[in-house]
């Protein structure tokens, strides 16, 4: 049944994006139109071009950006008590022999830090925990973000590495079995706000509560004419909405 369930979540994720959704959309219409199905077909033509229009002037993207993000705080909280901050990977970069941590990252890191420096200031114990392995050569996103965390000025003593999660259910998984071999009574998990819902369900699937902290926000522009920009962040932020509705049917069936 997963690996059913596994393949259409696979699809869904593919038809997020609006160019492979339109192609789709319109090799419907040529088959409708080659059966003599005119009618039909030019009112499939109309929604292809109505639901293109509400992703590129970015209207579909100001609905999905307020699901996903709006119930956290954009401010950091104050951490007074022992804890571990959950940094997890979004990915490296590889150009002319040279890897670094995505662009997207170094949000992140900065508000591990900024929570790091909190926990000193309030002189409590505090580890970093960076996740994610994210390829199968080179650096792992783990060992990248504790080399930048190292040269921020966070001693390598407070730096834990996983380095074998491939996705975000790895990293839920792999983390939070060390986590709970931890005395912090706290987690803050940090990410990308986009992606801080359906890691925290995530990471509770596993037996782990935690204290959301998204390092960045992703919106979309309301715009006259449709744009590339709207496309792109529209069609991220569906996958994920498909990624969180995976989660809640796998958790409810019991199959994570």
């Known amino acids: 049944m997963k690996i059913v369930l596994n393949s259409l979540f696979a699809v869904l994720k593919i038809l997020t994006d609006p160019f492979i959704l339109f192609i789709a959309m319109a090799a419907i219409i040529i088959v409708l139109r080659r059966k003599d199905k005119y009618k039909t077909a030019w009112v499939g033509v109309a929604i292809a071009i109505s639901s293109m229009l509400i992703i590129m002037t970015g209207i579909l993207g100001k609905l999905t950006a307020r699901y996903l993000q709006e119930e956290y705080p954009t401010q950091l909280p104050s951490v007074s008590s022992p804890s571990v901050i959950v940094i997890l990977g979004g990915g490296t970069v590889r150009l002319n022999q040279i ?15 900024k929570l790091y420096k909190s926990a000193k200031q309030n002189k409590q114990p505090c580890k970093i925990l960076a996740s994610g392995n994210g390829n199968n050569n080179g650096v792992s996103e783990a060992a990248l973000y504790a080399r930048t965390l190292t040269e921020m000025g966070i001693p390598e003593t407070d730096i834990i590495k996983e380095e074998k999660s491939m996705n975000t ?7 939070s079995a060390i986590i709970k071999k931890l005395p912090a009574p706290k987690v803050y998990l940090v990410t990308s706000g986009f992606h801080v819902k359906r ?3 995530l990471f509770k699937t596993f037996g782990v509560n935690t204290i959301p902290c998204p390092s960045d926000l992703m919106n979309t522009h309301l715009t006259p004419v449709p744009n590339s920009y709207n496309c792109t962040m529209t069609s991220l932020m569906l996958s994920e909405i498909v990624g969180i509705w995976q989660v809640q049917l796998y958790n409810s069936l019991r199959l994570n």
Not at 102 to 110: F, K, T
Not at 169 to 175: D, G, H, L
């Open 199 to 201: 890691s925290a369900i």
């Open 99 to 113: 890897q670094q941590s995505h662009i997207i990252s170094y949000s992140r890191l900065i508000t591990v830090f």
């Open 169 to 175: 259910f790895e990293n839920a998984k792999y983390t």
